[in-house]
Each structure stands twice: as structure tokens, then as C-alpha cells.
């Protein structure tokens, strides 16, 4: 059986102040820290979301009219900064506001786009459509671009 409704009466009236645990950590609500656990009882964020079956953790599925999936970025007062937009023929990411996108691995800025489209490596503030900037030493086996005809 189901439970589709809570009303006042099913729950005591210090339960606001309780954590609520649903089917042994399936769904799991820290009350103290504002926090949702999904298949964790020890939520880390807002919403922290472990995956015992799989490494599929979330699903977003695309509406029924055309497939377009979406998950959008909002600023604290709502307003929409960036989207992961997607269906069957394209997989946008969208800055939405004037705004770079900023590549990193471990740690470090790699590769950024500024929102006037200019595309740098290396550098933070590229002036060029592409600029690649490297500032390691120059040993004879360093390239830092390489293009190779089939």
C-alpha cells in the first residue's frame, strides 16, 4: 500500500522537528539541516543522491513533445544562468548570460570561451578568436599544437 496523503493528524506535533526516514534510507529528510536524502541517510547538500544499483544516480527525461530534456543553473534569487539542454539530435551547453565557460582538470583552468566567443588554452583572458598560451620551458619534444594528415 501506498501513502498518497499526510495529514496533520497522522504525524505528532513534534514530527516538524524529526528527522523522517521512508523504507530504510530510500527517502531520507534531515529536518535539522534542511537536507534530502536519496538512498543515504547521511545527506551531505540539499539533495545528495546515492546510486546502489548503478552508476546512473539521476535521470532527467525529455518531455513527450519532443524529447527536450533540460536541467537549468539559477542564481539564488531564480534567475536562469546556464542549461544543459538535450534531445535525440543535440546536446547544447548554454551560458545564458555574458558569462565564460570555464574548462578545468585538477584544479586548474585549462580552456575557457568568453561570451564574445573568443576561445583561449592556456591563458584566462584570451584577444583572439583562439589563442593558445604556454608558459612551460621549450624542450625539443614539446609541441604545442600538432595537426596530422590521414
Same mark, same amino acid.
Given at each position: =500500500? ?8 497522522? +504525524? ?7 528527522? $523522517? ?34 552508476? !546512473? ?15 537549468? $543553473? ?21 551560458? +545564458?548570460?555574458?558569462?565564460? =565557460? ?8 585549462? =580552456? ?18 583562439? !589563442? ?19
Amino acid at each position: =500500500m501506498a501513502l498518497t496523503k499526510i495529514s496533520t493528524g497522522m +504525524l505528532k506535533q513534534d514530527a516538524a522537528s524529526s528527522d $523522517l526516514n521512508i523504507d530504510a534510507g530510500t527517502l531520507y529528510l534531515d529536518v535539522s539541516n534542511n537536507r534530502v536524502g536519496i538512498a543515504n541517510t547521511n545527506p551531505g547538500t540539499p539533495l545528495d543522491v546515492q546510486s546502489n544499483s548503478s552508476a !546512473e544516480g539521476i535521470r532527467v527525461r525529455g518531455r513527450s513533445s519532443d524529447s527536450i530534456g533540460q536541467i537549468t $543553473l539559477t542564481n539564488n534569487s531564480g534567475t536562469a544562468r546556464s542549461q544543459l539542454q538535450w534531445n535525440d539530435n543535440f546536446f547544447n551547453i548554454k551560458a +545564458l548570460a555574458a558569462i565564460p =565557460m570555464i574548462f578545468y582538470t585538477t584544479g586548474t583552468e585549462r =580552456m575557457r570561451i568568453q561570451s564574445n566567443g573568443n576561445v583561449g588554452i592556456g591563458t584566462g583572458s584570451p584577444d583572439a578568436k583562439f !589563442e593558445v598560451e604556454w608558459t612551460g620551458t621549450h624542450n625539443s619534444s614539446d609541441s604545442i599544437a600538432r595537426i596530422t594528415a590521414p
